[in-house]
């Protein structure tokens, strides 16, 4: 992969609607992945339920996920989200192409840097805000 932003070449083949590239791991749980969708669509009635949070930045494209309690999130370029472990939800859609950076781990806390799926700001969260670095404003 020349490119987080390179796609798969069988992406845009029949029956192939999502692409997952590890890309880091560790001994304590940690992955760090790509995924790369191409108009997929959780199936009607099935949820993800995840045993560890899970961290996502949408890299290009878009995305809608839904949630057991009935919410919806959009997310574009550039948005993050954190998806605590057992929030059932499900991809509603995705663009052609829709490019996560997906972290997941055992336990991640939320900084000031975006929406949880069950925080109290509900549709994502605040676009990201970094912490200021000395010397800026």
């Known amino acids: 992969m020349d490119s987080l932003l390179t796609l798969p070449e069988d992406i845009r083949l029949p029956g192939i609607p999502e692409h997952f590239t ?12 790509r995924i790369v969708s191409w108009g997929h669509v959780t199936p009607e009635g099935q ?3 995840q045993e560890k949070d899970e ?8 995305a809608r996920l839904g949630f057991a309690d009935g919410r919806e999130v959009a997310l574009e370029r550039g948005r993050c989200l954190l998806l ?17 950076l997906a972290i997941h781990a ?13 925080g109290p700001q ?14 800026q404003r």
Not at 84 to 100: A, D, M, N, Q, Y
Not at 122 to 135: E, K, L
């Open 47 to 49: 949820w993800y339920d």
């Open 84 to 100: 605590p472990r057992h929030v059932r939800h499900r991809v509603l859609e995705t663009s052609k192409p829709c490019i996560w």
């Open 122 to 135: 509900g549709q994502g969260g605040p676009r990201p805000r970094f912490p200021q670095r000395h010397g």
């Open 22 to 33: 590890p890309l880091l791991a560790s001994d304590s749980g940690l992955l760090v992945e």
């Open 106 to 118: 055992p336990q991640l806390r939320p900084q000031e840097t975006g929406g949880t799926a069950d």
């Open 55 to 62: 961290w996502v930045l949408l890299l290009e494209g878009s």
